[in-house]
């Protein structure tokens, strides 16, 4: 009889690199807030502010779209890889729509959130709780290294407190109370906002540029 033929040796599975995905802002929370949104995506997540050095452009743009246009373009010129930018902003009603596009810059340079919050809220005083409607709006842009983009953008209805009111988040989220849920952003965990922030809404309207 024959001998038996030894058993084969499974082969090792080689599975493809995952294409990378530069997420394109140097605010780390920004940035952990785009990955927990991104993280079922097929892509090998990256984000800018870890590289040594790197930059964006100033935000010149009038619009949210030319802005997250902008920083999407300079990520992607940068590394090679398909990047992702946001530009967003606070709309209060009784401003007439500011600070909108300047929103992360309302009062000028070198503020921190919690000065920028402070000045919103003071030059709100006196105005009463029914006219402190507010909308926070997202643009999200996409550009490959071969230079096709892609925009989507997202917003949320909410009220200006009257002061702070939470520990999450960052930006404006202590003041953007969302009247669904009673509580401020900044009180929402982070799941929790990714369900009903303009960001998250952004995002998953660009999801099929994604994963298509």
Same mark, same amino acid.
């Given at each position: 009889m024959a001998p038996a033929k030894p058993a084969l040796e499974p082969r090792s599975v080689q599975?493809? &690199? *995952? $294409?990378r995905l530069v997420l394109a802002t140097l605010n780390r929370a920004k940035a952990r807030e785009l990955a927990g949104l991104l993280g079922d995506t097929p892509y090998e997540l990256h984000a800018l502010a870890e590289l040594p050095g790197a930059a964006l452009p100033e935000e010149t743009g009038? %619009?949210? *779209?030319?802005?997250?246009l902008l920083k999407a373009r300079a990520a992607a010129r940068l590394t090679?890889?398909?990047a992702l930018a946001d530009d967003s902003g606070i709309e209060v009603a009784a401003l007439g729509g500011a600070p909108g596009v300047h929103s992360a810059r309302f009062g000028? $340079?070198?503020?921190?959130?919690?000065?920028?919050c402070a000045l919103l809220l003071d030059a709100l005083r006196g105005v009463p &709780?029914?006219?402190r409607a507010a909308r926070f709006r997202c643009v999200v842009a996409l550009v490959g290294p071969e230079g096709r983009?892609? %925009?989507?953008?997202?917003?949320?209805?909410?009220?200006i407190t009257d002061a702070p009111r939470g520990t999450n988040g960052f930006g404006y989220d202590p003041l953007f109370l969302y009247p669904p849920l009673g509580r401020t952003f900044a009180e929402l965990s982070p799941?929790?906002?990714a369900r009903v922030?303009? *960001?998250?809404?952004a995002v998953r309207a660009a999801r099929h540029f994604l994963t298509g």
């Open positions: 599975h493809a &690199p *995952r $294409p009038d %619009t949210y *779209r030319a802005n997250a090679g890889a398909c000028g $340079p070198g503020l921190d959130d919690a000065a920028r &709780p029914e006219a983009e892609h %925009t989507a953008e997202g917003f949320v209805d909410g009220v799941e929790e906002k922030d303009h *960001r998250g809404r």
